[in-house]
């Protein structure tokens, strides 16, 4: 008589461990991504630039989930260190440095900055924390918008499409590829620190930095690693945004990123990838299916239009006072209990 | 053969593609955003202008039909507003702030769709650096600069005026600050103070008192007109006796409500005439609006819309219209009278400043009062400045 498992059964800690532990798994993403691949082929410019939005929007998310959520450590900055990282990168392409290394050198200076400004998480907690983060969102603000000669004021600064070995990536369709390489990367790299000794060290932190010091977690080091790393990251996202739109401005990385950061985070799922992944999507989405719907309803009832025009913005706040009352966990906890409803599917218990 | 017959058939698609019913402009506006109060009378004067002139045969008897997407003044949004707007073919596009048009400006440089916008910065009307942005009214800078000619024409004092600047600090608020400094010494200015104060400032005091020990005879203020209400009322409270020159966005219609008399005897700069000024143009905003009082902004987005239909006319007399022939057209208009909605506008091919000129008003009574346009010379080194 032939057996078949009936759950998924580790026999060594190293599968139990592995990234997409069943066959089913991989074939599905290997079908996403698959999808993701030709998708360019059939979608118009419109579509693709949600998608690079998106992909863009996603390694935000999971760099400051991986401070905020996985580390405990809050951020109000995150949409300046977006903007170091633009500027980096921006400054270092017009200097003549390929896109890669531009890419990361806007990191390492995001990194740098970031780590500047997590020097006082050693000594402060939650919403000091927090104001001290806002602190560094307005420094920066103030630098992109005064340090004339370096980051063009406020006449912006100018950046050439990004260009490989010759290959210029101008259009959507183009560099949309780009753009989910570098994601796929980031997104790779903070999957595996957190399953990876600093990875736990974070967890320690937030849970109790206490308890973490005496198992011999170095909190000073290790906050300042996740501060490190997820500044690099962020600048990361802003290098392919500054390479993306051609043009920054000082503007562009203003409060309103970094709150719309933090949304997505605690929409997706705090402490958790595929939830950043979740409120990336969510909350880019968002405007455009608002838009979409107003637009659609002004053919069918200009009256009703015009008054969930104006109600927009108050759609989108009771949208997030909504996720918070009713999942507080995030996108990722639905997302859970739809696959473990469906595994059973139809004998659910 | 086949190759043949493929290209047969993609240019069968491409001229039904251009053969289409109506010419496709893209509106990009802040209806539900921080400049919603502003931004929605400007994207009513564009709606009513299309109309009307689609109501009087269009474009050489096609319509323009307008694709309007609200961005809430957020980048992101605007850039998937602009990718839309590229993929329902339009020809032309009206733009809005500041911090889209410039996220936008090597996009429209590439698709080749020309742009007006009601961000008035001075580097967007450099080709060299924005070859496909123009604007209906000249920028900042040069509106700041006429401005500041008109108050040294108009002072009788023997000694030099003093001058002083209250601007937020970000970029629309900076941009034109240099280039006033530099022209108001040159008028004999005596420049004695800057201050900052936020857009969305509920008191000014501070900043007011430190103005108040240096004397300012004029004061320019640059920001919105709830934060210049905030400055006229606290300058009225604290006893400084100057005259404030606001920028033309801050000051409009709303000022009386805001600042009640305080705002009396101020001056503002405008780049399109008040509602229901006596000029040819008029009669049909009237008409088209049935004698509902309309913001100045809305005018301003009745001509930028004007304007960019007048480029699309000469355009398809020249033969066909798409972004690169209208904004070849509008390197071609000279001296185009927008029925004296706004002053005369003329474009170069290397240079995007619509005109030097900038209308003055005055608040009294209640209402704004213009006074007179005043133009200054087309001059090179001020181009993008």
Known sequence: ?349 | MKKLLVLTILVLIASIGTAAAAYKVGVLSDLTGPTSSVGAPYADGIKAYVSWLNDNGGIDGKPVELIQVDYAYNVQQALAAYKRFTSSGIVAMQGWGTGDTEALVKFVAKDKIPVFSASYSAHLMDPAKAPYNFTAAADYSTQGRAGLKYLRESWKEERAPKLAFIFPDNPYGTVPIPAMKEYAVELGFEVVGQENVDLKAIDATPQLLSLKKVAPDFVWTGGTTPSTAVIMKDAQKLGIKCTFLTNIWSSDENIFKLAGEAATGHFGLQGGVIYGQDVPGMATILEVTKNEPQMTHFVRGYVSAMVMCEGMKMAAAKGEVTGESIKEALETMRDFDPMGLAPAISYFPDDHRPNMSVNINTFRDGKLEFVKTETLERKKEWLGL
């Open chain 1, 1 to 349: 008589m032939s057996m078949q498992k009936c759950g998924l059964f580790y026999t060594t800690y190293g599968r139990e461990d592995g990234l997409f532990p069943s066959r089913f798994q991989k074939i599905c993403l290997a079908l996403f991504f698959a999808v993701l691949l030709i998708c360019p082929q059939f979608m118009n410019s419109y579509v693709m630039s949600i998608m690079n939005l998106i992909l863009i929007a996603i390694i935000g998310a999971v760099s400051l989930n991986l401070l905020t959520g996985v580390c405990g450590q809050m951020s109000l900055g995150h949409g300046a260190f977006l903007g170091v990282g633009a500027y980096g990168a921006a400054v270092f392409s017009n200097m003549g440095a390929p896109f890669f290394l531009a890419l990361l050198g806007g990191g390492a200076v995001s990194a740098m900055i970031g780590m500047i400004f997590g020097i006082p998480s050693l000594r402060l907690k939650g919403i000091y924390l927090a104001i001290s983060t806002l602190a560094a969102q307005l420094i920066l603000e103030y630098v992109f918008l005064h340090a004339g000669g370096l980051t063009g004021g406020a006449n912006g600064l100018p950046v050439d499409a990004p260009e490989i070995m010759g290959y210029s990536f101008d259009t959507d369709s183009k560099i949309f590829y780009l753009i989910l390489f570098v994601t796929v990367l980031c997104v790779l790299v903070v999957t595996n620190v957190i399953r990876s000794r600093p990875g736990r060290a974070f967890v320690a932190i937030r849970d109790y930095h206490q308890s973490a010091e005496n198992v011999g977690v170095n909190l000073f080091a290790f906050k300042l690693q996740a501060f490190g790393l997820s500044s690099f990251l962020a600048g990361v996202a802003g290098g392919l945004w500054a390479h993306y739109t051609m043009y920054i401005t000082p503007e562009q990385f203003s409060m309103g990123l970094s709150i719309s950061y933090l949304a997505m985070i605690i929409i997706g799922g705090m402490g958790s990838v595929l939830g950043s992944i979740f409120g990336a999507i969510f909350i880019t989405l968002l405007p455009e299916m608002l838009n979409l719907l107003t637009s659609s309803l002004s053919g069918v009832a200009p009256d009703l239009s015009a008054i969930i025009v104006p109600m927009k913005e108050g759609v989108f706040g009771l949208m997030l006072v909504l996720f918070l009352i009713f999942e507080p966990e995030g996108l990722v906890r639905k997302w859970r209990l739809t696959k473990a409803y469906w595994k059973l599917y139809p004998f659910a218990y």
